[in-house]
């Protein structure tokens, strides 16, 4: 992907999320790795409405050298491209919304991962989401954790695609802005599933047991 074809996708990635709800006001943040550095949404933008040419370029080292200025999260984009790539070394897109119902199961009781096995598609499309505990947005600490999540998660054989920001919302990655969104629509269409069971009251879904996800990892490739 070059450059120009980067900065049409980040803006067509956020005006398909905006119009769909998945982001709202100026919540989120886009960004694309290039072999020169980086592309990144400028802050305090509404992702329904970028201009290509306003998108904030930064070298390889993460300093600006042009556009409007980069969204504080580039630290935190930064250090999920280092790790990530370790263990999928075609990840070249980090998007960060606030979506709805993600960041609701995250209001209540603490936990290790937001979701359980609900669907399959969520096991092959998203797998393991673990949840990092609350910091102000842009904290350095919050970046050291994802970093070491995504390094344990990757050690044991089952690498990630997606984190939880504990009131904040899911940070996904892959490959091109299109796949990354396809992560981030499952992960939220599966809280939301979540979420409609707790509002029914009815009783907590069971996940997929074992021999059903061990069937999803032989035939489908999936990394839980």
Same mark, same amino acid.
């Given at each position: ?29 886009? !960004? ?6 980086? @592309?990144? #949404? &400028?802050? =305090?933008?509404? $992702?329904?409405? /970028?201009? +290509? ?45 606030? !979506? ?6 995250? @209001?209540? #009781? &603490?936990? =290790?991962?937001? $979701?359980?096995? /609900?669907? +399959? ?104």
């Amino acid at each position: 992907m070059t450059e120009t074809q980067a900065r049409e996708e980040i803006c067509r990635t956020g005006r398909s999320l905006f119009e769909r709800g998945y982001v709202h006001a100026t919540a989120g943040n886009i !960004s694309v790795r290039l072999d020169d550095g980086f @592309l990144i #949404t &400028p802050t =305090d933008a509404c $992702l329904g409405f /970028l201009d +290509p040419a306003r998108l904030a370029k930064l070298d390889a080292q993460g300093r600006q050298t042009s556009g409007d200025r980069a969204s504080k999260t580039i630290a935190l984009h930064m250090r999920i491209y280092a790790a990530a790539r370790k263990f999928d070394t075609d990840t070249a897109c980090v998007i960060h919304t606030h !979506s709805t119902h993600c960041v609701a199961l995250t @209001l209540n #009781t &603490p936990q =290790d991962e937001l $979701l359980p096995a /609900l669907t +399959p598609y969520f096991v092959m499309k998203v797998g393991h989401v673990p949840v990092i505990a609350y910091h102000r947005p842009g904290a350095p600490e919050a970046a050291e954790q994802v970093a070491q999540a995504i390094e344990r998660f990757g050690n044991s054989g089952t690498p990630i695609r997606a984190v939880m920001l504990t009131r904040l919302g899911p940070n996904v990655w892959h490959d091109t802005p299109a796949a990354a969104m396809s992560v981030l629509e499952e992960l939220e269409e599966t809280a939301r599933l979540q979420m409609l069971t707790q509002a029914a009251g009815t009783a907590t879904p069971a996940p997929l047991d074992a021999d059903q996800i061990d069937e999803l990892r032989r035939t489908f490739g999936a990394r839980w």
